[in-house]
């Protein structure tokens, strides 16, 4: 099982700052098979980001995902009052368990 | 428009039973894995049960294997999580995920909005 490690569990930023969150994996994520889903109180996970880098439809550029083998980052850049939530990265490239960080909370300071 | 809609949540004593349901639309369903995912209100996110388009293919979480049993009918565009053998610790919201393709391995892109299961005597 790939175990996934998000870093920090909360990060403290004002609108306008860029925020840049961190995934770890326990071993190689098969192919950078690699997303990132964003959450806000009451609602279901939105997927950001797939395959580490590539952004899902309808997302901001402001939104960029990156990295490969074990390290993989989430950057939100010029922070909107609407980006602020949990973040969640997950993993989908080895047998299952399916995988999921245990989440980046980013809050308004 | 795209929608998955989750239904069968309730409160149940420990021991017993519940069998949820996800009907999409929108889409054609059978181009499309789905999984379970859940979530302890407060928590994160925990992988529960996946399934292939035709469901050959299906995964469980070891933490629900033996209990649980995960089933598709794609001439209903649905798909099913039958509990059993209900804990406290299956308490939570329950989601369902479609994926970015026919098999397990994948990108969930579609959620719906979840039927939360509460396990308590």
């Known amino acids: 099982e790939i175990v996934l490690t998000q870093s920090p569990d909360t990060l403290s930023l004002s609108p306008g700052e860029s925020a840049t969150l961190s995934c770890r994996a326990s071993q190689s994520v098969s192919g950078t098979y690699l997303a990132w889903y964003q959450q806000k109180p009451g609602q279901a996970p939105r997927l950001l980001i797939y395959?580490?880098?590539k952004r899902a439809t309808g997302i901001p550029d402001r939104f960029s995902g990156g990295g490969s083998g074990t390290d993989f980052t989430l950057t939100v850049s010029r922070l909107e009052p609407e980006d602020f939530a949990v973040y969640y990265c997950?993993?989908?490239?080895?047998?299952?368990?399916?995988?999921f960080g245990q989440g980046t909370r980013l809050e308004i300071k | 428009e795209v929608q998955l809609v989750e239904s069968g949540g309730d409160l149940v004593q420990p021991g017993g039973s519940l069998r949820l349901s996800c009907v999409v639309s929108g889409f054609t369903f059978d181009d499309h894995a789905m999984h379970w995912v859940r979530q302890v209100p407060g928590k994160g996110l925990e992988w529960v049960s996946g399934i292939s388009w035709n469901g050959d293919s299906i995964g469980y979480a070891d933490s629900v294997k033996g209990r649980f049993t995960v089933s598709r009918d794609n001439a209903k565009n649905s798909l099913y999580l039958q509990m059993n053998s209900l804990r406290a610790d299956d308490t939570g919201l329950y989601f369902c995920a479609r994926v970015w393709g026919v098999y397990i391995l994948g990108i969930m892109d579609v959620w719906g909005q979840g039927t939360t299961v509460t396990v308590s005597s």
């Open positions: 395959n580490a880098s």
């Open positions: 997950h993993q989908y490239g080895t047998s299952p368990p399916i995988t």
